[in-house]
């Protein structure tokens, strides 16, 4: 186990459409978080679990964003009726719980394009 | 709410020195990352400070007064692969989230 694996790596989709994307952290990282990075921006939070819990979700996560994270290994990410504004990266990360300082791994990110 | 402040851009010459400044106001502060970004990949861990004062590691140190709210980045000996953005990013006590900045992008020029 090397990091974080998400996939795919891109994404064109037409509006309206729904996608997942799905992110594979580090084994023994019992914490899993999604950010949505947009050009020149930092990543922003959407969502966080701590094993198979959801702890977190962002209020600017609309009602079309849903992420799961069944057994506490990997996650997926859903967006239903894709926007033209959902278009951006969209990163996981991972970290070991009680280590806060250790800072996240990233995957390499979903890059997300609607149409 | 959460609010941190960095440059937009910044340029520097290779093998100078280069400090990139970063000033939050946070409800809940619990430490401060620095991230490394280069284009089109995810950020790197860089460095973390939750007590006040300098960390040195290698050609990166980073500074922290929890008083004041700053930060910096201090970059030695620039090399051309230190071209990248960097990304401040306070660590909040409310629900172990971090929160980021919107990065500094910085040039290293021959």
């Known amino acids: 186990d090397t990091g974080v694996s998400q996939n795919p790596r891109h994404k064109i989709t037409k509006r309206g459409q729904n996608v997942t994307f799905r992110c594979d952290p580090i084994?023994?990282?019992?914490?899993l978080y999604w950010y949505r990075q947009t050009l020149g921006q930092g990543p922003e939070f959407l969502t966080y679990?701590?094993?198979?819990?959801?702890?977190?979700k962002s209020r600017l996560l609309s009602d079309r964003f849903s992420a799961e994270r069944p057994k506490g290994s990997f996650s997926t990410l859903e967006i239903q009726r894709t926007e033209q504004g959902d278009s951006a990266m969209y990163l996981c990360?991972?970290?070991?719980?009680?280590?806060?300082?250790?800072?996240?791994?990233f995957g390499s990110g979903t890059r997300l394009t609607v149409v | 709410g959460q609010n941190i402040d960095q440059p937009t851009e910044m340029t520097a010459t290779e093998g100078a020195i280069v400090q990139i400044n970063c000033t939050y106001q946070?409800?809940?502060?619990?430490?401060l990352f620095w991230y490394q970004q280069h284009a089109g990949e995810a950020p790197t861990f860089l460095s973390y400070?939750?007590?006040?004062g300098l960390e040195e590691k290698g050609r990166f140190s980073s500074f922290l007064s929890r008083s004041k709210g700053y930060s910096y980045l201090l970059l030695k000996e620039l090399q051309m692969k230190d071209s990248a953005s960097y990304l401040c990013?306070?660590?909040?006590?409310?629900?172990?989230?971090?929160?980021f900045g919107a990065g500094t992008r910085l040039f290293v020029k021959a």
């Open positions: 084994s023994e990282h019992n914490r």
């Open positions: 946070t409800s809940g502060f619990n430490g």
């Open positions: 679990f701590q094993n198979e819990a959801q702890l977190e």
């Open positions: 990013a306070v660590f909040h006590t409310g629900g172990f989230k971090t929160i």
């Open positions: 990360a991972s970290v070991p719980t009680g280590t806060g300082g250790s800072g996240y791994t």
């Open positions: 400070n939750v007590l006040d």
